[in-house]
């Protein structure tokens, strides 16, 4: 079975502008989990879907958003960018109910 | 919000060594502790788990040590290799599957 695949692998913008990042999860899978990480607060859950619906969320703004489309692929949005807001951006996936997590490759977003 | 903390921050062991990194959390909801290991420029790649029902596992040379009363588990890494040079995150994570991470150790294999 193919990986989690993540779009795009890099990403620079500035200040102020938005963006979304992809993520398609392995074959079957229909829970999608996203993450941030950075050097200073390392792996933080951002959000899980499944089924199309959001499942769980974790402790950051509303800038952050995300969806989940009928064929398990997800998308992440992130409005209105701020510096703090360069990182890696993880995407895993899992096949449902187990808890084991499958994680991409992430997205490196780099804010100027 | 950290839930599970991870020591030490970096460890370096000699080839052949044991690497040992340490895990502790606090809500004893958790019922799935995975270690993860992560290569520059890569995501985290699931390495072994384990439930609470258990108190050990071994996969290859690697094992989980669990000890649900002291709400500690251990990586334990036989024979290390300087391939084995990565970032390893211990986790734990609950029914709903919010999984909340250690804050990682550098482990660092010198031939």
């Known amino acids: 079975k193919a990986g989690v695949t993540q779009t795009p692998r890099y990403l620079i913008k500035t200040r102020g502008q938005q963006v979304t990042l992809s993520c398609s999860p392995i074959?079957?899978?229909?829970?999608v989990s996203w993450y941030q990480q950075t050097p200073g607060q390392g792996l933080q859950f951002l959000f899980e879907y499944f089924s199309e619906t959001q499942r769980n969320k974790g402790n950051f703004p509303g800038r952050f958003s995300g969806r989940q489309f009928s064929n398990s692929r997800s998308e992440m949005n992130v409005s209105t960018l701020e510096l703090g807001d360069s990182a890696l951006y993880l995407c895993a996936s899992q096949p449902g109910q187990h808890n084991e997590q499958f994680f991409g490759p992430g997205t490196r977003l780099t804010v100027l | 919000q950290q839930q599970v903390k991870q020591s030490p921050q970096s460890l370096i062991v000699q080839k052949g060594g044991i690497s040992i990194i340490n895990c502790a959390y606090e809500n004893t909801a958790f019922d799935y502790f995975p270690w993860y290991q992560q290569f520059p420029g890569k995501g985290p790649a699931l390495l072994i788990a384990i439930r609470p029902d258990v108190s050990e596992k071994k996969e290859g040379r690697f094992t989980i040590s669990f000890n649900k009363s002291a709400k500690q588990f251990s990586l334990h890494i036989m024979d290390s290799q300087p391939g084995d040079s990565a970032t390893y995150f211990c986790a734990a994570s609950w029914g709903n599957n919010d999984m909340r991470f250690g804050a990682g150790t550098r482990l660092t294999v010198k031939p």
């Open positions: 074959s079957g899978h229909r829970s």
